[in-house]
């Protein structure tokens, strides 16, 4: 089946380095999405990796994938205040190149200045 | 380039009660989802359609849900009669047919409350 898990909650000092953790189930998954969520907005693409590859970096995001233990985590380097959200991991579901996103239960990042 | 839009932002409704969600995807993307977030947990789909055309609609609870996209554009979700675990944030997204990648586009969704 198709299951996401990710750790609740994560608080980190603003200046350090936050990695946030994510398993997923299904081996299939072409592309796995990372998502970030403030109070009272919807879902913004932070970044995606395809299957093939094992890091992707974005500015101050890396992105590691393990597909043989099917982990995926993301580091944000120099976390600031204003990185302070939900972080929702995702793959994609069904067969389809259009298929639903499996969310897992999202990361609460607190950052403290 | 203009982002999803949906409205209303919130609603509060009694239970048994109808209430309708709409959403206008980015232009010229083909393809609109609907997603119910309960508080603490994250999306999951209710509806996928491709144009006007329903492509996924296994979680939809259709005893009281229904969603319709009748020119491939606009999208509107409706509950009736809404129960107490229909309170959720309903997102609406979309994504151009842009290969394999599936990236998706949220709108800000309705805050929904059932008392």
């Known amino acids: 089946g198709e299951d996401v898990e990710q750790s609740l909650f994560l608080s980190v000092r603003e200046g350090d380095s936050s990695v946030i953790n994510c398993t997923y189930t299904?081996?299939?998954?072409?592309?796995l999405y990372w998502y970030k969520q403030e109070p009272g907005a919807g879902l913004q693409l932070l970044t995606y990796?395809?299957?093939?590859?094992d890091v992707k970096q974005d500015q101050r995001l890396t992105v590691l994938l393990n597909k043989k233990d099917k982990h995926l985590s993301l580091r944000i380097a120099d976390t600031q205040t204003g990185d302070s959200a939900i972080y929702f991991c995702a793959e994609k579901g069904g067969s389809s190149n259009t298929g639903k996103l499996i969310f897992g239960q999202g990361t609460t990042l607190q950052v403290k200045p | 380039e203009a982002g999803v839009a949906q409205s209303p932002r919130y609603k509060i409704i009694e239970k048994r009660q109808s209430v309708a969600f709409w959403c206008n995807p980015i232009s010229g993307h083909a393809t609109l989802y609907w997603y119910q977030q309960i508080l603490g947990q994250g999306p999951k789909l209710l509806i996928q359609?491709?144009?006007?055309?329903?492509?996924?609609d296994s979680q939809l609870p259709k005893d009281r849900f229904s969603a319709e996209r009748l020119k491939g554009v606009d999208s509107t979700l409706k509950i009736q009669p809404a129960k107490l675990e229909d309170s959720a944030v309903y997102l609406c997204?979309?994504?151009?047919?842009?290969?394999?990648?599936?990236?998706?586009?949220f709108g800000a969704g309705t805050r929904l409350s059932v008392l």
């Open positions: 359609f491709q144009n006007n055309g329903v492509v996924d």
């Open positions: 299904d081996s299939s998954s072409t592309y």
């Open positions: 997204a979309s994504s151009p047919n842009d290969g394999t990648k599936n990236i998706q586009y």
């Open positions: 990796i395809f299957s093939n590859m």
